[in-house]
T-cell receptor, first 114, second 114 residues
Framework: DAGVTQSPTHLIKTRGQQVTLRCSPK?????VSWYQQALGQGPQFIFQ???????QRGNFPDRFSGHQFPNYSSELNVNALLLGDSALYLC?????????????FGPGTRLLVL | GQQVMQIPQYQHVQEGEDFTTYCNSS?????IQWYKQRPGGHPVFLIQ?????EVKKQKRLTFQFGEAKKNSSLHITATQTTDVGTYFC??????????????FGQGTILTVHP
């Protein structure tokens, strides 16, 4: 049973560029949440996708957008990259039908913006 | 918005000593989750607490959820070098429009000296 997978593992971009990160949820999960973790900080909620729609959004600008596909996988897109976007981007999956909100995190994508 | 504070930020212990980290939320939570993140790794789910005053144990780890469901603690008895990492609490608000949005504390970095 595969856990949450993310790609790529590492990425280097320059300011102003655009990036797409990908996530496949744990088998049986239908909800994907994205978090940004800056160095030395706790993960910060970006947004959540369920039934191919953005259901919740944290305090992130519109440069951050996403998508969920029919197979529950998800993408995170960041436009006009800033140096401050350098962080570990984590995808977490869960099953919305459960009362529990337990989320399982993938290994993350480390993004460096130069 | 909801804030989750975690103390201490750092804790250095000798192997065999006990360790405790505390978590406080600005709002009442529906549940609290604890995660461990090893250096260079991603958050790994440890446990979820849901009920007021709940206490759960996992071997040497004891987790508590406060009566008011606004605070929580993680206590490790007789630390081992394998306990090294950052421990995060994350508050959840299941139901309504806030399903699945976890608010993380800043984490407590635990180092264990052999």
């Amino acid at each position: 049973d595969a856990g949450v997978t993310q790609s790529p593992t590492h990425l280097i971009k320059t300011r102003g560029q655009q990036v797409t990160l990908r996530c496949s949820p744990k088998s049986g999960h239908d909800t994907v949440s994205w978090y940004q973790q800056a160095l030395g900080q706790g993960p910060q909620f970006i947004f959540q996708y369920y039934e191919e729609e953005e259901r919740q959004r944290g305090n992130f600008p519109d440069r951050f957008s996403g998508h969920q596909f029919p197979n529950y996988s998800s993408e995170l897109n960041v436009n006009a990259l800033l140096l401050g976007d350098s962080a570990l981007y984590l995808c977490a999956s869960s099953h919305r039908g459960l009362a529990s909100e337990t989320q399982y995190f993938g290994p993350g994508t480390r993004l460096l913006v130069l | 918005g909801q804030q989750v504070m975690q103390i201490p930020q750092y804790q250095h212990v000798q192997e065999g000593e006990d360790f405790t980290t505390y978590c406080n939320s600005s709002t009442t939570l529906s549940n609290i989750q604890w995660y461990k993140q090893r250096p260079g790794g991603h958050p790994v789910f440890l446990i979820q607490l849901v009920k007021s005053g709940e206490v759960k144990k996992q071997k040497r780890l004891t987790f508590q959820f406060g009566e008011a469901k606004k605070n929580s603690s993680l206590h490790i008895t007789a630390t081992q070098t394998t306990d090294v990492g950052t421990y995060f609490c994350a508050g959840g608000n299941a139901g309504g429009t806030s399903y699945g949005k976890l608010t993380f504390g800043q984490g407590t970095i635990l180092t264990v000296h052999p």
